[in-house]
């Protein structure tokens, strides 16, 4: 998830048990699109400024983030972790100052793609295209497969049931899949509800703590950036910090579908980044307030450092709102595994729009708006990875969720940093009368800053994964070999088309 970067679950276990394959789902009846192309465009005007918000922080998973990630942050980067927030939000404000400027004049529900080929050239475009799919297509399923990992010990903990992961992972997969059908407007309120949920369930636990540590909670050391520099898992907790962001650049993939792009997708996107970096950083200063700085650094490092939080709600407010926190986290699962199947869809329409994979992916529905053989695609391949692992007893968190999460969040950083370049090379020769710092300036910082922290995270690769070695390895090769798959692509194209190679990313595209 964010996030779906590095959650480390619950000690409880769910039992397995050998599953079956469920059936597929079909294809809604819609009318069969013109041979050779799309059936029409993504319903317009369908999405508002917090609409938007929804899709992106619910794709962030901030209880996950606070609950799972967070404390393996705070063991990393010790006191200065609520800091590594804040910088990494403020990294990620100057990447959007760019980001925003170009959503003005290239609208696609490519996004990454169709930035990078119209600011560094259609070829590398291409390449990003392939890899942008591969990497929201794995996110999805990983984290459907941590929504069953987290319903399973959830309904063991609180019943006494034994539910195989596997059957919930499922019906997670399908839900998203009838959801992302539908009008994206339901997905909207369906995020909206668990966002907020999410959000009132960690503000009544921060209330616990102040109305019980009062001011001593609040340890001013953990802003110093002395502190944070000092840290020895610098380089490790930003790794895991800067995941906790990720999906917030999903705002542009909506930009077809959103009323008044021009205002909305940089007011979600700004809105979005802020609150998450204000949200995060706060959350984790006042848990590690809680039971005093030092201690719960000491308390993060120990064999019990995943319950931190759990900890935390228990003693400061109540069992009941520790319980709470261990269903919202199934709900929050199911709200990332929704915004990640949304953006996953929408890349394979983009793509089977241009023809960079099967053209049947531009189909959109008539009566929904919505890119639904693309949806159904994305669907079925949840289901072929979340039975697939139950099939060969895969652990549904520290292996499927993690390791398909791990590539994932990987290849987005990896996209972020190319578009901030993209950015810089779009508005080389004209401005469009916006200033040097944002379209210049900012994103060159954010394109460095973002380099680095993805060479750190191929470096702190085990970090992400859990594991070393041949495994890490494994999970790292799809990246370049899509990489070089869509260079040869584009480079068959050009040869072939040099008129289609011409028309990539077209669609939809505003200029002044």
Same mark, same amino acid.
């Given at each position: 998830?964010?996030?779906?970067?590095?959650?480390?679950?619950?000690?409880?276990?769910?039992?397995?048990?050998?599953?079956?394959?469920?059936?597929?789902?079909?294809?809604?009846?819609?009318?069969?699109?013109?041979?050779?192309?799309?059936?029409?465009?993504?319903?317009?005007?369908?999405?508002?400024?917090?609409?938007?918000?929804?899709?992106?922080?619910?794709?962030?998973?901030?209880?996950?983030?606070?609950?799972?990630?967070?404390?393996?942050?705070?063991?990393?980067?010790?006191?200065?972790?609520?800091?590594?927030?804040?910088?990494?939000?403020?990294?990620?404000?100057?990447?959007?100052?760019?980001?925003?400027?170009?959503?003005?004049?290239?609208?696609?529900?490519?996004?990454? @793609?169709?930035?990078?080929?119209?600011?560094?050239?259609?070829?590398?475009?291409?390449?990003?295209?392939?890899?942008?799919?591969?990497? @929201?297509?794995?996110?999805?399923?990983?984290?459907?497969?941590?929504?069953?990992?987290?319903?399973?010990?959830?309904?063991?903990?609180?019943?006494?049931?034994?539910?195989?992961?596997?059957?919930?992972?499922?019906?997670?997969?399908?839900?998203?899949?009838?959801?992302?059908?539908?009008?994206?407007?339901?997905?909207?309120?369906?995020?909206?509800?668990?966002?907020?949920?999410?959000?009132?369930?960690?503000?009544?636990?921060?209330?616990?703590?102040?109305?019980?540590?009062?001011?001593?909670?609040?340890?001013?050391?953990?802003?110093?950036?002395?502190?944070?520099?000092?840290?020895?898992?610098?380089?490790?907790?930003?790794?895991?910090?800067?995941?906790?962001?990720?999906?917030?650049?999903?705002?542009?993939?909506?930009?077809?579908?959103?009323?008044?792009?021009?205002?909305?997708?940089?007011?979600?996107?700004?809105?979005?980044?802020?609150?998450?970096?204000?949200?995060?950083?706060?959350?984790?200063?006042?848990?590690?307030?809680?039971?005093?700085?030092?201690?719960?650094?000491?308390?993060?490092?120990?064999?019990?450092?995943?319950?931190?939080?759990?900890?935390?709600?228990?003693?400061?407010?109540?069992?009941?709102?520790?319980?709470?926190?261990?269903?919202?986290?199934?709900?929050?699962?199911?709200?990332?595994?929704?915004?990640?199947?949304?953006?996953?869809?929408?890349?394979?329409?983009?793509?089977?729009?241009?023809?960079?994979?099967?053209?049947?992916?531009?189909?959109?529905?008539?009566?929904?708006?919505?890119?639904?053989?693309?949806?159904?695609?994305?669907?079925?391949?949840?289901?072929?990875?979340?039975?697939?692992?139950?099939?060969?007893?895969?652990?549904?968190?520290?292996?499927?969720?993690?390791?398909?999460?791990?590539?994932?969040?990987?290849?987005?950083?990896?996209?972020?940093?190319?578009?901030?370049?993209?950015?810089?090379?779009?508005?080389?020769?004209?401005?469009?009368?916006?200033?040097?710092?944002?379209?210049?300036?900012?994103?060159?910082?954010?394109?460095?800053?973002?380099?680095?922290?993805?060479?750190?995270?191929?470096?702190?690769?085990?970090?992400?994964?859990?594991?070393?070695?041949?495994?890490?390895?494994?999970?790292?090769?799809?990246?370049?070999?899509?990489?070089?798959?869509?260079?040869?692509?584009?480079?068959?194209?050009?040869?072939?088309?040099?008129?289609?190679?011409?028309?990539?990313?077209?669609?939809?595209?505003?200029?002044?």
């Amino acid at each position: 998830m964010t996030h779906p970067s590095t959650a480390v679950p619950p000690p409880a276990s769910p039992a397995a048990s050998a599953p079956s394959a469920p059936s597929a789902p079909s294809a809604p009846a819609d009318p069969a699109p013109p041979s050779g192309g799309p059936s029409g465009s993504l319903a317009k005007g369908q999405i508002g400024t917090f609409d938007l918000v929804f899709f992106v922080v619910a794709a962030a998973a901030p209880l996950t983030v606070l609950a799972g990630v967070a404390p393996f942050a705070i063991g990393i980067g010790g006191p200065g972790t609520p800091l590594g927030y804040l910088v990494s939000g403020a990294l990620l404000v100057l990447f959007a100052a760019g980001f925003t400027a170009m959503s003005r004049y290239v609208r696609n529900a490519g996004a990454f @793609y169709a930035y990078v080929a119209r600011g560094l050239g259609r070829t590398l475009g291409v390449a990003t295209a392939y890899l942008a799919t591969l990497s @929201y297509n794995l996110i999805a399923p990983g984290v459907a497969a941590g929504f069953g990992y987290f319903a399973s010990t959830t309904l063991s903990d609180l019943t006494g049931a034994q539910l195989p992961w596997w059957p919930l992972s499922t019906l997670c997969v399908l839900g998203t899949g009838v959801l992302g059908w539908l009008r994206v407007t339901l997905s909207a309120k369906v995020l909206g509800v668990a966002l907020v949920l999410e959000v009132l369930v960690l503000l009544v636990m921060d209330v616990g703590v102040l109305a019980d540590r009062g001011t001593a909670a609040l340890d001013i050391t953990s802003f110093d950036p002395s502190v944070l520099s000092s840290s020895g898992g610098m380089a490790g907790m930003f790794v895991l910090v800067i995941g906790a962001f990720t999906g917030f650049e999903a705002t542009a993939i909506y930009a077809e579908e959103a009323r008044d792009p021009e205002r909305t997708v940089p007011r979600a996107t700004f809105i979005a980044i802020g609150f998450l970096a204000l949200f995060y950083a706060a959350g984790v200063w006042i848990l590690m307030g809680g039971f005093g700085t030092d201690r719960s650094v000491s308390m993060a490092r120990s064999s019990d450092g995943p319950q931190l939080t759990f900890h935390a709600a228990e003693r400061f407010v109540g069992p009941w709102l520790a319980d709470s926190m261990h269903v919202l986290i199934v709900v929050s699962a199911f709200a990332a595994t929704l915004a990640f199947h949304n953006a996953a869809a929408r890349y394979l329409y983009a793509l089977g729009r241009e023809g960079l994979l099967p053209r049947r992916l531009g189909r959109v529905s008539a009566r929904q708006g919505s890119p639904v053989t693309a949806v159904v695609a994305q669907t079925v391949f949840g289901l072929v990875i979340v039975v697939g692992g139950a099939l060969i007893d895969a652990d549904p968190y520290a292996e499927i969720f993690l390791w398909t999460n791990s590539t994932g969040v990987l290849g987005i950083m990896i996209m972020q940093a190319l578009a901030a370049l993209a950015v810089c090379f779009f508005f080389r020769r004209d401005r469009r009368g916006m200033s040097v710092w944002r379209v210049a300036v900012a994103p060159l910082i954010a394109f460095v800053g973002l380099a680095l922290l993805s060479v750190l995270a191929t470096l702190h690769f085990d970090l992400l994964t859990g594991r070393t070695g041949a495994v890490n390895a494994a999970l790292l090769v799809p990246l370049p070999v899509v990489l070089v798959a869509g260079f040869v692509v584009a480079l068959r194209i050009r040869r072939a088309d040099p008129g289609r190679y011409a028309r990539l990313t077209e669609v939809d595209v505003e200029r002044d």
